[in-house]
């Protein structure tokens, strides 16, 4: 067990604090990095890294998600202090090649703009980059943006995964350098973090987790594609440690890390750009910028369909937490896994964590309830059209209309609700596609049964 700047009784609470978060969720597994004044005060794994049981480690590497948009805005700020970018001149300037498909925007979107999400690319084509099964290469997928028009003026946030695949292609154009090995030998390398990858195999060798995502509450293997041209938004990989390692960088602000930025680059990382929709927060360059309390913090989260993890920085406390979770579910995650670090962070502040209004288990036991109900009347209703039919009438037709309508309503209207592709949602929320393709395939099952039913009492 470690131990928090000596304090026993805190690291006990925030231990205590982890398993029960741990079980309760019923992650794998999780990895914890905590950092305080000039050092990592506080790691532990839980859980299993994968099938055959192996204890997760504080060296275990993760796929972390968006965490990784910092390491690229981070990449594009040493680029801007070495001369070679400028975050305020059109990207057409170092990439003339690159455009949308409306030419004035193609035009005059910057770095800045890129980096903050108000470059007007929509959260839609951001989610449909991850929903992709074969990696193309990431030149060639900004390259593909051509045909997209995007979906709100300049200025206007919008987060999207597109952002910062453009950034991507922008540092390799800048730097001559590949993008993931930019960031091995410009960070990962000066801050020794020996368990980040910028490759699966190289990861994979060095014990990565497997991920998991929740099936209607219970946690499975995912196998779910590795998008190594995605790498710049959402794919870089690392462990508990390494991240503690870079999370102390960013809070001493290059006073003790200076061989990745000066202060006053760091500093530009963490200025608002943009208000977000709560009107709460802002997001700055790669990072949110919210209000803990009297207290500024800097955090981001990150998720890929079978891992998530989340960082925060309290500058006035001189403290940083990372977590990182081998599972995943967009139904979820939003309810209990982006509350893990805030709730450390409250524990180490010496507040108690608030209770959640409902529990992991109770929400799926409800959940999983209601699709079972669900399932069964559409079951049952499909059973009782095999039985000997009477005379239609038009209530036969206005049902067998609803049998056909219902699935093909779902299917065009639901990606746009969600403001996700179906290609994204089949990996990110696995349990309800599958529910709701039982649910469409037993709809049209009962149409056909209809149809014949119709076609009988008319014709025979």
Request: proline letters at 6%.
């Amino acid at each position: 067990m470690a131990s928090i700047q000596g304090d026993q009784e805190t690291a006990t609470r925030v231990d205590r604090y982890l398993t029960q978060v741990w079980r309760d969720l019923r992650l794998p597994g999780l990895a914890m990095g905590i950092v305080k004044e000039n050092q990592i005060v506080y790691l532990r794994g839980f859980g299993k890294a994968d099938p055959t049981g192996r204890p997760v480690t504080p060296q275990t590497p993760f796929i972390i998600g968006s965490l990784s948009k910092s390491f690229t805005a981070l990449a594009i700020m040493q680029l801007v202090e070495a001369g070679k970018l400028d975050l305020d001149t059109p990207v057409q300037h170092a990439l003339s090649w690159f455009q949308l498909a409306d030419p004035v925007a193609s035009a005059t979107i910057t770095a800045r703009h890129l980096l903050s999400h108000t470059s007007g690319i929509s959260r839609f084509a951001g989610r449909e980059l991850l929903g992709r099964s074969v990696n193309v290469g990431m030149e060639q997928r900004v390259r593909a943006l051509r045909h997209l028009t995007p979906s709100r003026p300049l200025g206007i946030f919008q987060y999207s995964n597109t952002n910062y695949l453009i950034l991507g292609v922008l540092i390799e154009a800048a730097s001559g350098e590949a993008y993931g090995d930019y960031v091995r030998r410009h960070i990962f390398e000066p801050l020794d973090m020996q368990h980040s990858h910028i490759s699966e195999q190289d990861a994979i060798a060095d014990g990565l987790a497997t991920g998991y995502r929740w099936m209607f509450g219970m946690p499975v293997p995912g196998h779910t594609p590795y998008l190594s041209d995605a790498l710049a938004a959402a794919f870089l990989i690392s462990s508990a440690q390494d991240m503690a390692q870079y999370l102390l960088a960013c809070l001493n602000a290059g006073v003790s890390g200076d061989v990745l930025l000066s202060p006053t680059g760091f500093a530009a990382l963490y200025q608002p750009q943009v208000p977000l929709p709560d009107k709460a927060s802002s997001y700055a360059l790669g990072w949110r910028v919210e209000r803990l309390g009297n207290l500024a913090i800097f955090r981001h989260g990150g998720e890929v369909a079978d891992f998530r993890a989340e960082m925060v920085l309290i500058p006035e406390q001189r403290l940083g937490v990372v977590a990182l979770v081998n599972c995943n579910n967009g139904l979820v995650a939003q309810g209990g896994l982006d509350q893990v670090v805030p709730g450390v962070v409250q524990l180490l502040l010496g507040q108690r964590p608030p209770a959640a209004r409902i529990s992991f288990k109770q929400f799926y036991g409800l959940l999983d309830l209601a699709a079972l109900v669900l399932f069964g009347l559409q079951l049952w209703s499909a059973l009782r059209l095999l039985r000997p039919s009477r005379f239609p009438s038009s209530a036969d037709v206005l049902r067998l209309l609803g049998d056909i309508g219902a699935p093909l309503i779902a299917l065009w209207r639901l990606p746009k609700l969600a403001d996700s592709p179906w290609s994204l949602l089949r990996y990110y929320v696995p349990d309800a596609t599958l529910w709701l393709a039982a649910m469409g395939l037993l709809s049209l099952g009962k149409a056909i049964l209809r149809g014949i039913r119709l076609l009988r009492a008319t014709y025979l």
